[in-house]
């Protein structure tokens, strides 16, 4: 052994961390050495996020050694981890909602003139390719914007160690190539990147090396370009996952949802205006519809649900009927479901039980509210069919919402609105922040379902979801939706030049 | 080291513990205070906890402090699990009582049986009219429900002293501000000779058990909750933001104004300038010590008004400054919100070189 060794820049040696009832660490080991870009992989709940907060300075361990540039270290706080130069995007982002995206990176600095600050912000925003406005509230962004804020943040405090977490989710692979472009110019700088992602295919033509953790322990380390995507699943799960696979030839019968001529007005200030939408989606289709964050897909998700109410002009046709004035419990009856992007808070309430998360949208379907009474043994007996039906790992029908890891929570709520057997299932980013082996299940849910007849218009940032489920992909931007076309038509950076235009449905053609 | 860690599953048990734990600690601070005062701890305490419990006339007294603010204080625990921030009760059950002591000035001859359960309704009516400008100011103008409510309450006395001063004072009652006393067909019946125990006392231990019968068994009740701790997931299946707004500030006001005419038919007989000893505002304090939970309510309501006996009998009985009262529901206080941080978190004594070694 006289190979040479490049030097550690971060070493963890037997890192125990235990929550209650839960041994989150288990004797992890790992070192980190300049220059290389290194990839922490592991499903929900295996201990990633836990041990990048003990990096960062966010947990303390129970037990074992941090070692930083060779000298052992304490990192109480994630002030001492910046002092040392490591930085971190966390995958919840923290923002303050009620601050403009300059204010948000201020306080993070150590500057207060915000008028250097912002021309560096858009210095360092265009160095990378991250479209960032200084100037409009966070609360007004899409989770795709407050990443980037959270990126560029980052990248201005310039770290030795990045630590990014799932950071690709919501951007455009055009966008993807230029983050890793930076990431590996960051990495031949002779930082290093921790980088932590389930999309297997990236981490194999980003990182150097990899790390899997699974159920809290280090089970294996490999070079992921020596690894083919599945190998790198299975090393993962720890055991031989099923993959998906589309039907090409699908039987299409009677349309479920039609929009016409759509347009709608944004609710929200900085809300993006839905001009002139048609599409249509029908049985045993899926129809995709990608783009990048906040073009969009917010707006139409509220106007399809019923949420934020009519649309300006257009029609919405849902099973044959026009929905237009339709409430959410109306368009429900009819036989549609919807699931929203963010988990908790708007598809389940975190602070209540599976079961009362179940009422919330079955209620009617369901028949379980009888002349203003709930039938809560009746709700209780349907989560517990869901939690079996969509293998949901918890404590039972009792346990919070909040309690439930995000793979956990998402199978279970797409199990509640698959399982109410809908003719029309409307779902937006059902695997966001969601762990590979939970993504594939939901994905197949997803699909067995659609070929059992029935209609599901999919809105999604990630394109390998998008090409995976979809028969025909459409594509959002500024608002405007491009014509769908046959998946198999299309290709990836196809799907990506139509991302960053505008569209004109009636001439057909795009115009920049 | 010591540091609060988040409990995995809450006990119920522990919560329904925590009340009466706080009470004995309450009792045992009590007793180290007593005795820094130079009074006997155990003579003092029991004037003050036990004796309000003892005789059946100060039974009876508690009950008839502790209606009102377990009314009041279950109508705003609705309005606070929505996100409805009412606090102008003490408005809303004033005007409860003017609204159904109208009839009773109107008719003060009146022999009708029917004229008590019709001031009843009117009470109710007269809160809900006084909760229902917040109502519509903020579902309108998305004003702020706070102000709104609060500042009613100025209006609502004001409102008082002008009609029993002017339009309704009694012409035989020598100039002095208040109505006539009402007739006896408008007064709500005693049950025991010689105790001033009440029908609405009654009404008031029963509403309760209705509320939270409904508020975890119906629709509406859950909607309540999901509105409260999630407004975007009950826009998401369908709850009518405006209309749980509606609801929220209607009951609370017409349960404010139900124990504002209780109270003007029972104990006063009559429109005074003074009919609330601020119940409108203890009650916001009930209906967080009960944990906006209508059993708890109830417990917290007969809490508040037992402290309330006690001072004064510890005043009469030991001559104990009359602020005692005010420090024993301040010690209640601080015990059941400790107690009830305990069974959400638990505390972990960790060691200071973990991590390092």
């Not at chain 1, 759509?262 to 129809?287: I, Y």
Request: hydrophobic fraction near 45%.
């Amino acid at each position: 052994m006289d190979e040479v060794i490049p030097p550690q820049l971060l070493q963890l040696k037997g890192i125990t961390k235990e929550f209650p009832g839960c041994l989150a660490n288990d004797r992890i080991d790992l070192d980190i050495q300049e220059g290389e870009i290194h990839a922490l992989l592991g499903e929900n709940g295996a201990g990633k996020s836990t041990l990048v907060k003990i990096i960062y300075g966010v947990l303390r361990p129970d037990e074992g050694e941090l070692w930083w540039k060779g000298k052992l270290t304490q990192i109480p706080r994630p002030a001492n981890a910046r002092q040392l130069g490591i930085g971190m995007v966390f995958q919840h982002f923290s923002l303050f909602e009620a601050m403009t995206t300059l204010q948000n990176v201020a306080l993070a600095l150590p500057t207060i003139n915000l008028d250097d600050l912002r021309e560096k912000l858009e210095q360092t925003a265009e160095a990378y390719g991250l479209v960032l406005h200084p100037e409009h509230y966070v609360h007004d962004l899409s989770m795709g914007e407050r990443q980037r804020i959270e990126i560029v943040r980052c990248l201005l405090q310039n770290p030795k160690l990045f630590i990014l977490d799932e950071p690709t989710s919501v951007l455009t692979p055009q966008e993807t190539e230029i983050l890793f472009h930076t990431l590996r110019k960051i990495a031949s700088e002779g930082r290093a990147v921790l980088y932590i992602s389930h999309k297997l295919e990236e981490v194999r033509s980003l990182c150097d090396r990899a790390t899997i953790l699974r159920g809290g322990k280090k089970v294996d380390a490999c070079i992921p370009s020596e690894e083919s995507a599945h190998s790198l699943a299975e090393k993962m799960i720890g055991q031989k996952i099923e993959m998906v696979e589309k039907k090409s030839s699908i039987e299409k019968s009677g349309m479920q949802l039609e929009v016409e001529s759509l347009h709608a007005d944004p609710k929200q200030p900085h809300g993006v205006k839905l001009s002139d939408l048609h599409f249509h989606v029908s049985s045993g289709e899926v129809l995709g519809i990608a783009g990048i964050a906040g073009n969009g897909q917010g707006e139409l998700m509220g106007i399809l649900t019923g949420e934020t109410g009519s649309p300006a002009s257009g029609a919405i046709r849902m099973l044959s009927k026009e929905v237009n004035t339709l409430n959410p419990i109306q368009r429900r009856m009819l036989g549609a479901v919807f699931l929203p992007e963010e988990r908790l808070g708007h598809a389940a309430v975190a602070e209540m039980t599976l079961s009362e998360n179940t009422f919330l949208t079955s209620a009617d379907q369901m028949h379980f509210d009888k002349r203003g009474w709930i039938n809560w043994p009746a709700v209780a007996n349907f989560s517990n069919q869901i939690i079996d039906d969509f293998d949901v790992r918890t404590t039972g029908e009792e346990a919070l919402a909040s309690s439930l890891s995000g793979g956990n929570l998402q199978k279970f709520i797409v199990g509640r609105e698959i399982l109410q057997h809908p003719k029309l299932l409307i779902i937006s980013q059902p695997t966001w922040g969601v762990d590979a082996g939970a993504a594939a299940e939901i994905h197949r849910k997803i699909q067995v379902y659609a070929e059992s007849g029935a209609a599901v218009l999919l809105i999604s940032q990630d394109l390998d979801e998008i090409f995976l489920l979809s028969h025909r992909i459409a594509v959002i931007s500024q608002g405007t939706l491009s014509l769908a076309e046959a998946a198999h038509e299309m290709s990836v950076e196809q799907v990506g030049l139509l991302m960053g235009m505008r569209h004109d449905q009636k001439s057909g053609n795009a115009a920049a | 080291m010591l540091r609060l860690e988040p409990r995995v599953s809450h006990s119920s048990l522990a919560a329904w513990l925590s009340p009466l734990l706080a009470m004995l600690f309450t009792a045992l601070t009590g007793a180290l205070i007593f005795m820094a005062l130079g009074k006997s701890a155990g003579t003092t305490l029991y004037l003050y906890f036990i004796d309000p419990l003892t005789t059946s006339s100060s039974l009876s007294e508690v009950a008839v402090k502790a209606g009102p603010l377990i009314l009041i204080g279950i109508g705003l625990s609705i309005g606070f699990r929505a996100g409805v921030w009412n606090i102008g009760a003490e408005g809303q059950y004033i005007l409860g009582a003017l609204f159904g002591s109208s009839l009773a000035v109107y008719f003060h001859e009146s022999t009708n049986p029917w004229i008590l359960p019709a001031m009843l309704l009117l009470g109710i009516l007269g809160g809900m009219v006084w909760a229902a400008i917040p109502a519509l100011l903020k579902t309108r103008f998305n004003s702020n429900e706070i102000l709104v409510s609060l500042m009613l309450v100025y209006v609502a006395e004001l409102l008082l002293i002008h009609l029993v001063q002017g339009p309704w004072r009694n012409p035989q009652g020598w100039g002095f501000p208040g109505t006539r006393m009402f007739p006896d067909a408008a007064l709500m019946p005693m049950l025991f000779r010689g105790y001033r125990f009440h029908l609405g006392s009654v009404i008031a231990f029963l509403i309760p058990i209705l509320a939270w019968i409904i508020l975890s068994r119906s629709r509406f009740g859950y909607s309540i909750r999901v509105f409260g701790s999630a407004p975007l997931a009950a826009r998401y299946s369908g709850i009518n933001p405006k209309k749980m707004i509606w609801i929220s500030l209607l009951a609370g006001g017409g349960f404010a104004g139900l124990a504002g005419i209780i109270e003007a038919t029972s104990t006063i007989g009559q429109l005074m300038p003074k009919i609330s000893p601020g119940y409108g505002f203890t009650a916001i304090i009930v209906a967080f010590l009960g944990r906006l939970d209508p059993r708890g309510v109830l417990l917290a309501g007969m809490i508040i008004a037992v402290t309330y006996i006690g001072g004064e009998n510890a005043h009469v009985s030991a001559g104990l400054p009359k602020a005692v009262t005010g420090l024993f529901q301040g010690i209640i206080l601080f015990y059941l919100l400790a107690f009830d941080l305990l069974t959400h978190y638990r505390v972990r004594f960790i060691s200071r070189t973990a991590g390092a070694s």
